[in-house]
C-alpha cells in the first residue's frame, strides 16, 4: 500500500496544568488510569475514594510526547494527524502552535500536519480543559437545569461527552478526560478510500445482490479503480472490478446460494470477508478495506394490527421475539475496557439465551470490536444515539452542526454490521417531559425536538443507511404526538415501553401479568452484587447495607429501601449480611421471571423484552444481571431459562384452584413436546403427577391443557405443595420450571439435607452433582471469598434427582481444598 501509519499510541506524559511534575501515561487511555498506574490516587472504586477525586475534572490536564517524521512521510501527497477520540475539550498544538480545538468524544478527528511539522524530531501537545468549566461557560449562553441522580453533575447535555461519566443512579462520578483511542500521523498519494456503504438485495430467494458505494478521496487526476473481493470461510467467492468516476465507486456482486446471517438460537451467524481495494493507474494497490458482512435482512415491523400497532423485529421475513437486555458502559473508567472483558459480557449474554443488546443512550457508540462480537454471536443491536434523559441546546446551532457530524460517522462506522436492527434518537427525553411547548431551562422546545429527532436525524439516515430502521426515541409511541409523561405505561397498543411501576412505583411482581405493551425496552429490579464482589469495596466493619460505603455505592436514591420492602414481602428477613446480598439476587431473579415469561407467553401481541440491564460500570447494588467483574448474578441464570427457545411455564390461579401450563416456542418449525408434571408437597411427597404432548407452534406460544388442583389445594393448602414442570423435545429434557402457591415466605421449608460430591475436570475444573432429600429451592454453590464460574446456579432441586454443575474457581485449587471450602446453600439458609 502506498501510504504509511506511524502510531502515536503508547508512552506519553501527563501533566496537571500548572504543575511541573510529569507524570508517565499511555495512549489511548485517560487521566484516571494513568494516575492509578502511577499510584498517584486511590482506586475510586474501593470505599468512598471515588469523593475525594472530583478535583480531577475540575482541572485541565495536558498529554504530550515527541515524534519522528520522516522525509518519505513528509514528501507524500497528504499527511494526516488522525485522532479517533478524544475526550473531550481539547486543544492540539504541534511545535508550540495551536492546529485545533476539539469538543466532542464521540468523534473522529482529522487535521492536516504536512506544513506544521517538520523531518525529525517533533513535540505533539494536547491541553485538555475541566468539562465542568467548559459546562459552566456554556451555562451563561443557555441555562440548563434538571434532575439529578445522587452525586451526579449538573447539566451534562450541553457537553458532548458520554453523559454516564457524570454519574447516574448505577454510576459513580468519573468525568475524565484523555486520549481515549488511537492517534496516528497518516501519509498518503494519489487518493485513498472513504466511506462504503454495502447495500442487500434479498428480492430472490437464490441469490442476493450486493451494491457496493464506495467513497475516494483524491488529490490527483490519476484514473484510479476499485475491486471487491467476496469470500466465505477462506474461499473466493466473486471478484468485481470497475473504475472510479469522480470521488465515487460503484460495485455490483451477485451472490448465488446465500448462507444467510440469523440472530442467536435461529440458524448460522453466517459472516462472508469483503475486501474493497482501490488501485493507480499501474495497478498498484493503494488502499484496502476489510469488512464482514451477513447477508440478511433485518428490521423493525410497525403496521395496523388488532391491538393498535404491531412493534417487532423480523429477520429475513421471520418476525422474532427479541430477549435481551439494556447494556451500560462496562467500565466507569472506558479506557481499561478489554477485548477479553467485551467477549466474556457478550458471551454471557448469548449463552443466556438473548438475541438482542440495546446500547444505551446515556453511554457512548461501542467500540469495533463490540459490534465484531454482536456479528459473531448473533445480537442484534438496538443501538441509541447518545442522547438521554435530559433537555438539549437545540437551538445552538454549533450544537446541532457538531451532533449531526458524530452521528454521521459513527452511522457510517457501523451500518455494515450484520447486528445492527435499529437506531433510535434518544432515551426518556419526551417522555420524562423534557420537550416542551416553551424551551426553559428544564426543557427544550418541542418543535426542534421534533425537527431534530423526526426530521434531521431520519433524513440522514435515509442517505447513509437507507435499509436500517429509526425510531426517534424510546419509550415511543406515535410520530407528532406529544408522550404523556405523566402515564409510562399507558402506550399498551403501540410503541415501545419503560415499565418501572414494578421497583419505582412500588407494584408487587404480579404487576408485570397485568402488561400487555408491544416492546418492553426497559424494566428492571435490582439486587446487590455477591459477597466476593462486595469484599472488593468493603472493610469487614462496613458490611451492612445500611453503612456509609454500601450506601455509597448504591446510586438509586430509593435503592436498598426498595430492594428490602420487596425483600419483605416475598422472603422472610435474610439472617446475616451475606444472606442478604443472596437473597436480593434471588429476589431480583423471581421479579424478571414474573416479567419475561409473561411477555412470551403474550406472543405475537408482545414481541420483545429488554432487561435494564445486563451489566454493571462498577462495583455495587444495581439493576444488572452480571456484575462489574463479570460474576453471573442469580437473574442472569434465571434469564438462561426464561428466554430458552423453547420453554414451560404456568400461571396458577388460586380461586379456581387451575393451573395453566404453556409452551413457549422460539424455533423456526414446529416440535412435538412432552410435558411432564409432578404435584409434591413441601416434604417431597408426591400427591400427583401426569403427562401430556404438546405440539409447539414455531414463533409461538401454546397453551397446554389445563390442570386442576383444586381438591389438593384444599387438602393441602397452598403453603404445602409445589408443581414441577418438564419439557421434553425429541427426548431431551429442554426446559424446567417450578410453580409456587404462596409466596416463598409463607413455605414452611424443612431442611432439604443437601449433598454433593466432587470430581475434577480438565482445566483445573470440577464437577460437582448435588442432590437433596427433600425439596431445594434456589440451590447456589459459592466459595467464600472467591469467585466462581458455574455451569449453572440458582436451581430447585427434586428430592432424589442429581444435578451436575461444573465450577471453574478464579483461582486453582486442588480438589481437597476445594471439596473443604465449597458451600451448597439454599433459601432455607438464608434466614
Known amino acids: 500500500m502506498v501510504s504509511m501509519m506511524t502510531s502515536?499510541?503508547?508512552?506519553?506524559?501527563?501533566?496537571?496544568?500548572?504543575?511541573?511534575?510529569?507524570?508517565?501515561?499511555?495512549?489511548?487511555?485517560?487521566?484516571?488510569?494513568?494516575?492509578?498506574?502511577?499510584?498517584?490516587?486511590?482506586?475510586?472504586?474501593?470505599?468512598?475514594?471515588?469523593?475525594?477525586?472530583?478535583?480531577?475534572?475540575?482541572?485541565?490536564?495536558?498529554?504530550?510526547?515527541?515524534?519522528?517524521?520522516?522525509?518519505?512521510?513528509?514528501?507524500?501527497?497528504?499527511?494526516?494527524?488522525?485522532?479517533?477520540?478524544?475526550?473531550?475539550?481539547?486543544?492540539?498544538?504541534?511545535?508550540?502552535?495551536?492546529?485545533?480545538?476539539?469538543?466532542?468524544?464521540?468523534?473522529?478527528?482529522?487535521?492536516?500536519?504536512?506544513?506544521?511539522?517538520?523531518?525529525?524530531?517533533?513535540?505533539?501537545?494536547?491541553?485538555?480543559?475541566?468539562?465542568?468549566?467548559?459546562?459552566?461557560?456554556?451555562?451563561?449562553?443557555?441555562?440548563?437545569?434538571?434532575?439529578?441522580?445522587?452525586y451526579q453533575v449538573p447539566s451534562g447535555s450541553l457537553i458532548r461527552k458520554e453523559p454516564c461519566s457524570f454519574g447516574w443512579d448505577w454510576a459513580p462520578c468519573l468525568a475524565t478526560c484523555g486520549i481515549w483511542k488511537p492517534i496516528c500521523l497518516l501519509a498518503f498519494n494519489t487518493a485513498r478510500l472513504g466511506e462504503i456503504m454495502i447495500l442487500q438485495d434479498h428480492t430472490s430467494q437464490k441469490n442476493v445482490k450486493l451494491k457496493i458505494n464506495v467513497g475516494v478521496e483524491k488529490i490527483s487526476s490519476a484514473k484510479l479503480s476499485i475491486r471487491a473481493t467476496l469470500a466465505f470461510n477462506g474461499t473466493t467467492v466473486c471478484r468485481e472490478l470497475q473504475p472510479v468516476n469522480g470521488n465515487r465507486g460503484e460495485i455490483s456482486i451477485d451472490v448465488k446460494n446465500p448462507q444467510l446471517w440469523w440472530p442467536r438460537n435461529m440458524g448460522r451467524q453466517n459472516l462472508y470477508e469483503l475486501a474493497v481495494e482501490i488501485f493507480d493507474e499501474r495497478g498498484e494497490a493503494i488502499d484496502c478495506k476489510r469488512f464482514r458482512i451477513g447477508l440478511r435482512t433485518l428490521s423493525l415491523i410497525r403496521e395496523k394490527d388488532r391491538w393498535g400497532e404491531s412493534f417487532y423485529f423480523q429477520v429475513n421475513g421471520v418476525p422474532f421475539f427479541a430477549k435481551g437486555a439494556n447494556w451500560i458502559p462496562a467500565d466507569a473508567i472506558a479506557t481499561r475496557q478489554t477485548p477479553e472483558k467485551y467477549r466474556q459480557l457478550l458471551s454471557s449474554a448469548a449463552?443466556?439465551?438473548?438475541?438482542?443488546?440495546?446500547?444505551?443512550?446515556?453511554?457512548?457508540?461501542?467500540?469495533?470490536?463490540?459490534?465484531?462480537?454482536?456479528?459473531?454471536?448473533?445480537?442484534?443491536?438496538?443501538?441509541?444515539?447518545?442522547?438521554?434523559?435530559?433537555?438539549?441546546?437545540?437551538?445552538?446551532?454549533?450544537?446541532?452542526?457538531?451532533?449531526?457530524?458524530?452521528?454521521?460517522?459513527?452511522?457510517?462506522?457501523?451500518?455494515?454490521?450484520?447486528?445492527?436492527?435499529?437506531?433510535?434518537?434518544?432515551?426518556?427525553?419526551?417522555?420524562?417531559?423534557y420537550a416542551a411547548e416553551k424551551a426553559d431551562s428544564g426543557h427544550m422546545s418541542l418543535k426542534l425536538y421534533r425537527l431534530f429527532f423526526e426530521k434531521m436525524i431520519p433524513d440522514m439516515l435515509a442517505k447513509l443507511a437507507p435499509q436500517h430502521s429509526y425510531l426517534s426515541g424510546s419509550p415511543y409511541k406515535e410520530a407528532g404526538k406529544h408522550y404523556n409523561p405523566d402515564v409510562w405505561t399507558d402506550n399498551q397498543g403501540r410503541g415501545d415501553a419503560h415499565i418501572w411501576s414494578v421497583w419505582h412505583g412500588r407494584k408487587p411482581f404480579e404487576f408485570y401479568r397485568t402488561c400487555e405493551h408491544r416492546f418492553a425496552s426497559e424494566f428492571g429490579f435490582q439486587s446487590f452484587p455477591e459477597p466476593a464482589t462486595v469484599s472488593t469495596f468493603t472493610k469487614p466493619t462496613e458490611r451492612n447495607i445500611t453503612s456509609y460505603v454500601m450506601e455509597h455505592h448504591q446510586r438509586s436514591g430509593i435503592g436498598n429501601t426498595v430492594i428490602m420492602q420487596y425483600m419483605l414481602d416475598w422472603f422472610r428477613m435474610p439472617k446475616d449480611f451475606n444472606s442478604t446480598l443472596w437473597a436480593s439476587q434471588i429476589l431480583q431473579s423471581l421479579a424478571m421471571k414474573y416479567a419475561c415469561e409473561h411477555w412470551r407467553r403474550l406472543m405475537p401481541r408482545s414481541m420483545g423484552a429488554l432487561i435494564w440491564q445486563l451489566n454493571d460500570t462498577w462495583p455495587g447494588a444495581s439493576w444488572s444481571g452480571i456484575d462489574y467483574f463479570g460474576q453471573?448474578?442469580?437473574?442472569?441464570?434465571?434469564?438462561?431459562?426464561?428466554?430458552?427457545?423453547?420453554?414451560?411455564?404456568?400461571?396458577?390461579?388460586?380461586?379456581?384452584?387451575?393451573?395453566?401450563?404453556?409452551?413457549?416456542?422460539?424455533?423456526?418449525?414446529?416440535?412435538?413436546?412432552?410435558?411432564?408434571?409432578?404435584?409434591?408437597?413441601?416434604?417431597?411427597?408426591?400427591?400427583?403427577?401426569?403427562?401430556?404432548?404438546?405440539?409447539?407452534?414455531?414463533?409461538?406460544?401454546?397453551?397446554?391443557?389445563?390442570?386442576?388442583?383444586?381438591?389438593?389445594?384444599?387438602?393441602?393448602g397452598p403453603r404445602n405443595m409445589l408443581l414441577w414442570l418438564e419439557l421434553s423435545g425429541k427426548g431431551q429434557p429442554v426446559s424446567e420450571n417450578l410453580v409456587l402457591?404462596?409466596?416463598?415466605?409463607?413455605?414452611?421449608?424443612?431442611?432439604?439435607?443437601?449433598?454433593?460430591?466432587?470430581?475434577?475436570?480438565?482445566?483445573?475444573?470440577?464437577?460437582?452433582?448435588?442432590?437433596?432429600?427433600?425439596?431445594?429451592?434456589?440451590?447456589?454453590?459459592?466459595?467464600?471469598?472467591?469467585?466462581?464460574?458455574?455451569?449453572?446456579?440458582?436451581?430447585?432441586?427434586?428430592?432424589?434427582?442429581?444435578?451436575?454443575?461444573?465450577?471453574?474457581?478464579?483461582?486453582?485449587?486442588?480438589?481437597?481444598?476445594?471439596?473443604?471450602?465449597?458451600?451448597?446453600?439454599?433459601?432455607?439458609?438464608?434466614?
Request: include cysteine; proline fraction near 5%.
Open 8 to 150: 502515536l499510541n503508547g508512552e506519553w506524559n501527563l501533566q496537571k496544568s500548572g504543575s511541573r511534575e510529569i507524570i508517565p501515561a499511555t495512549v489511548p487511555g485517560c487521566v484516571h488510569s494513568d494516575l492509578l498506574a502511577a499510584k498517584k490516587i486511590d482506586d475510586p472504586f474501593v470505599g468512598d475514594n471515588e469523593e475525594k477525586l472530583r478535583w480531577i475534572y475540575k482541572e485541565s490536564w495536558i498529554y504530550s510526547r515527541e515524534f519522528e517524521v520522516d522525509r518519505g512521510s513528509l514528501n507524500c501527497d497528504r499527511l494526516l494527524l488522525c485522532c479517533d477520540g478524544l475526550d473531550t475539550v481539547a486543544k492540539i498544538y504541534i511545535n508550540g502552535k495551536l492546529l485545533a480545538e476539539t469538543d466532542n468524544m464521540f468523534r473522529k478527528w482529522e487535521f492536516d500536519v504536512k506544513g506544521v511539522v517538520q523531518p525529525g524530531k517533533n513535540e505533539i501537545r494536547l491541553r485538555f480543559d475541566s468539562p465542568l468549566d467548559y459546562i459552566q461557560g456554556k451555562q451563561k449562553v443557555r441555562k440548563i437545569d434538571y434532575p439529578y441522580a445522587p
Open 351 to 433: 449463552e443466556a439465551n438473548m438475541n438482542m443488546i440495546r446500547v444505551w443512550g446515556g453511554g457512548f457508540y461501542e467500540s469495533d470490536i463490540f459490534y465484531d462480537l454482536c456479528d459473531e454471536l448473533g445480537l442484534c443491536v438496538w443501538q441509541d444515539f447518545m442522547f438521554a434523559c435530559a433537555p438539549y441546546p437545540l437551538e445552538d446551532k454549533e450544537f446541532v452542526k457538531n451532533a449531526m457530524i458524530e452521528m454521521e460517522q459513527n452511522v457510517s462506522r457501523l451500518r455494515n454490521h450484520a447486528c445492527i436492527a435499529l437506531w433510535c434518537g434518544n432515551n426518556e427525553i419526551e417522555s420524562c417531559g
Open 632 to 716: 453471573w448474578k442469580a437473574m442472569h441464570f434465571s434469564a438462561r431459562r426464561f428466554f430458552a427457545p423453547l420453554m414451560v411455564s404456568a400461571v396458577e390461579d388460586l380461586k379456581s384452584g387451575k393451573v395453566q401450563p404453556h409452551v413457549t416456542c422460539d424455533l423456526l418449525e414446529p416440535l412435538k413436546c412432552k410435558l411432564l408434571w409432578k404435584l409434591t408437597n413441601l416434604e417431597g411427597k408426591l400427591l400427583r403427577k401426569g403427562q401430556q404432548y404438546v405440539l409447539a407452534k414455531a414463533g409461538k406460544d401454546t397453551p397446554a391443557a389445563e390442570l386442576n388442583f383444586k381438591s389438593e389445594l384444599e387438602k393441602n
Open 741 to 831: 402457591f404462596a409466596r416463598p415466605k409463607h413455605l414452611e421449608l424443612p431442611d432439604p439435607q443437601i449433598s454433593f460430591n466432587v470430581r475434577a475436570t480438565e482445566n483445573c475444573g470440577f464437577l460437582v452433582t448435588v442432590e437433596s432429600q427433600k425439596p431445594a429451592l434456589w440451590v447456589w454453590l459459592e466459595i467464600v471469598g472467591m469467585h466462581l464460574k458455574c455451569s449453572d446456579n440458582f436451581i430447585n432441586l427434586e428430592p432424589g434427582k442429581p444435578v451436575q454443575i461444573t465450577v471453574s474457581p478464579s483461582k486453582p485449587m486442588k480438589i481437597g481444598q476445594f471439596v473443604r471450602k465449597l458451600k451448597v446453600r439454599s433459601l432455607f439458609n438464608t434466614y
